[in-house]
């Protein structure tokens, strides 16, 4: 199983970009899926999560801003991202729980770059 994250790039303060992630190979069920960021010299934090019940959850930063969806035919999980200012620049990665056969566990994505700047 893996997970492919796209969408990341450049953009000016106050715009917007919506970033989404896949999970391919042989899976029975996805979790909790979720979004997190690592900005250069910190640590990596979480952004945002979303249950199977499609109950989503928050950073205090970005709530209200970005908004977190999944797509369980397509096994994906997506970040839309507004009103973007400098601090949201980092590599994005996705995570996903995930039963593939005889195990579970958390996935990651390989991550993608946002960069917020004028």
């Known amino acids: 199983v893996q997970l492919q994250a796209s969408g990341g790039g450049l953009v000016q303060p106050g715009g917007s970009l919506r970033l989404s992630c896949a999970a391919s190979g042989r899976l029975f069920s996805i979790g909790d899926m979720a979004w997190f960021r690592q900005a250069p010299g910190k640590q990596r934090e979480l952004v945002a999560s979303i249950t199977s019940g499609r109950r989503a959850e928050y950073a205090a930063s970005v709530n209200g801003r970005f908004a977190i969806s999944r797509d369980d035919v397509k096994n994906s999980v997506s970040l839309q991202m507004n009103s973007l200012n400098p601090e949201d620049t980092a590599v994005y990665y996705c995570?996903?729980?995930?039963?593939?056969?005889?195990?579970?566990?958390?996935?990651w994505g390989q991550g993608t770059e946002v960069t917020v700047s004028s």
């Open positions: 995570k996903a729980d995930i039963t593939v056969p005889f195990s579970r566990r958390d996935y």
